[in-house]
């Protein structure tokens, strides 16, 4: 009896130190969510005030449906998405592995791969947006002087090489963050594992195929949830480097979403749009926890 | 057999050695190129652009300061930043000790609540919170960033402190406990000391989100008396051509205070991030 008045006591005390955050959370961020949705059933053009705030339903979402501009936006950010991915996995394994082995400089190493991933993502955009200018840009003069290129190329008019930047520019930033989440994983690895393999004459590539990846597959995993939904939300860097030219050709769906909303006030369409990218991240989200068995953590199990 | 086995493995420390000396100059080439490039004439960069620097001068680095003036983005960002990492600490602390501490039904469900909203993109909520700041007059103002903030900091907080705070060892609470300590005792006498290393590393985490953040701050600001560094960077505009000197001077003043941090406190953020968010 007395149990369980304890028990009851402390999820008394526990719940009322969690309630501030959760009020603010609730207040700022859940609630807006669902007056987007609210919002996304109305015609609400800022720019037009006299027509009103009419109710029209899913009109919204039928027009998105059959704009080629938000396909084609979707179209940009799952290409962005995959292919800065794929890099960062292979780059981010890389280094991860390096870490985790004792070598001469491995702090050094540790904290250089660091500073890329906590500066502004605008700053790292800007960097490379310069690198790549077309006059005075260090890459042009260095792949001519390599004699990969005859001339100095216009990066950002086209939309093939565009992707260049914005991708280098990604994976630049963001490696270092998917490394050090795949560290983690890696230092959770029994290490005699590898001395009984070694033992038994099995070699590097050996081990890492058979004890390193099927181990790592949580951290992996995870990895693959955050960096998706990063990769689906990419705004300020395309913002920064191409602004989604040239024309609309690499403009991720954030990034057309905005538009709508703060160049030509459509709110209604706007908050439409946001509500799509809710649901598809939340999609994938359900679809990587479901799907692949991810535990995330948090509670011990 | 033996000797050749040898040499694999030399061959494989060298390959092994030369890609991460590749990797780390493609890390560290951004950055040595804007700082040569922000100290180089804007006639000598865009005639003749040089890997290494020749007269270095520091025009940039004054026009930031006295053509433009680059203090208040910087004043705006360290206000922001700053009143939303203290009121995220305050709030963010009570929760991450009841949830490291206290069992209690529920807590599982925090825990993934709180995480899906350090998920969930920050575009979908834009709409209602500019119309909500626009009706309450907060555009344009700091509390009208500071409250939007709180979306991905207060999450981002807790989730970091938790983590942090489980690691820390119980035994010194439950012997307080036994010698008749209060939960108030054990948390301010001996949990809070002992949790000041947490409390900075979040709050360094939490502070480096909120001064990167743009799409908000692009939002909800109209002019450069509220805009925030990372904002005021992005719309830097030249008269005749891209004042590119300039915008990088401005990279590395906005960039160097964060970096400093990062160097200093490598471990201990390494230690934030990881916590919690990689369970086998």
């Keep these: ?301 | 057999m033996k000797s050749a086995a040898t040499a694999g493995v030399r061959w494989g420390r060298w390959t092994f050695g030369a890609a991460l000396v590749v990797l780390i100059l493609f890390t560290l080439f951004p950055f040595y190129w804007a700082i040569v490039a922000s100290l180089t004439s804007d006639a000598a960069l865009f005639r003749d652009p040089s890997l290494w620097p020749r007269h270095l001068i520091f025009d940039h680095y004054r026009a930031l300061f006295t053509e433009r003036d680059f203090i208040t983005p910087i004043r705006n960002s360290l206000v922001v930043a700053g009143t939303t990492t203290i009121f995220c600490l305050i709030v963010g602390t009570l929760a991450a000790y009841a949830l490291a501490r206290i069992e209690f039904r529920g807590k599982a469900a925090i825990m993934g609540f709180i995480l899906a909203v350090t998920m969930f993109p920050q575009i979908s909520i834009v709409s209602p919170l500019y119309l909500l700041l626009r009706s309450l007059h907060l555009i344009d103002t700091y509390p009208g960033l500071i409250m939007p903030y709180m979306t991905f900091a207060m999450p981002l907080t807790v989730w970091v402190l938790t983590g942090s705070i489980r690691q820390i060892p119980k035994d010194l609470e439950e012997a307080a406990h036994v010698d008749g300590a209060t939960r108030v005792q054990s948390f301010t006498k001996i949990l809070l000391p002992l949790a000041v290393p947490s409390l900075a590393t979040t709050g360094i985490l939490t502070f480096i989100y909120c001064w990167n953040e743009f799409l908000f701050a692009l939002s909800f600001t109209l002019g450069p008396e509220r805009q925030t560094v990372p904002v005021a960077i992005a719309l830097f505009r030249g008269q005749y051509q891209v004042p590119w000197g300039e915008i990088l001077a401005a990279a590395v003043v906005a960039t160097a205070p964060v970096a400093a941090m990062v160097l200093i406190f490598q471990r201990r953020i390494v230690q934030g991030l990881t916590a919690g968010a990689v369970k086998g």
């Design chain 1, 1 to 301: 009896m007395r149990k369980i008045s304890r028990l009851g006591h402390e999820a008394r005390i526990g719940w009322s130190l969690v309630a501030p955050a959760l009020a603010v959370i609730a207040l700022i961020a859940i609630f807006p969510l669902g007056w987007t949705f609210w919002e996304s059933l109305h015609l609400d053009e800022l720019r037009m005030p006299w027509l009103g705030k009419p109710f029209v339903g899913l009109a919204n979402y039928i027009e998105i449906a059959k704009d080629p501009r938000f396909w084609a936006a979707l179209g940009h950010t799952a290409f962005f998405t995959v292919v800065s991915i794929s890099l960062e996995l292979v780059i981010g394994l890389f280094l991860a592995l390096a870490m985790n082995r004792v070598f001469r400089g491995r702090g050094f190493v540790r904290a250089a791969v660091l500073v890329p991933w906590a500066i502004p993502t605008v700053v790292a955009a800007l960097l490379w947006r310069f690198i790549f200018e077309s006059q005075g840009g260090i890459a042009n003069a260095l792949l001519v002087d390599a004699g990969i290129l005859k001339q100095p190329m216009v990066w950002f008019i086209q939309t093939s090489t565009a992707w260049v930047p914005v991708i280098l520019a990604d994976v630049w930033k963001t490696t270092p963050f998917v490394a050090l989440l795949l560290l983690a994983g890696l230092q959770n690895i029994d290490l005699t594992l590898y001395e009984a393999a070694a033992v038994d004459g099995a070699n590097a590539w050996w081990q890492l195929r058979h004890i390193t990846l099927p181990l790592l597959k949580p951290a992996i995993l995870v990895t693959l949830i955050f960096r998706t939904l990063d990769g689906f939300r990419v705004f300020d860097l395309i913002y920064v480097l191409t602004g989604g030219g040239p024309g609309t050709s690499t403009e991720p769906v954030a990034l057309y979403t905005f538009n709508a909303l703060l160049q030509n006030l459509r709110f209604g369409y706007g908050s439409a749009l946001s509500v799509v990218i809710f649901a598809i991240t939340f999609g994938l989200a359900l679809l990587y926890v479901r799907g692949l068995g991810v535990r995330l953590g948090g509670e011990e199990s």
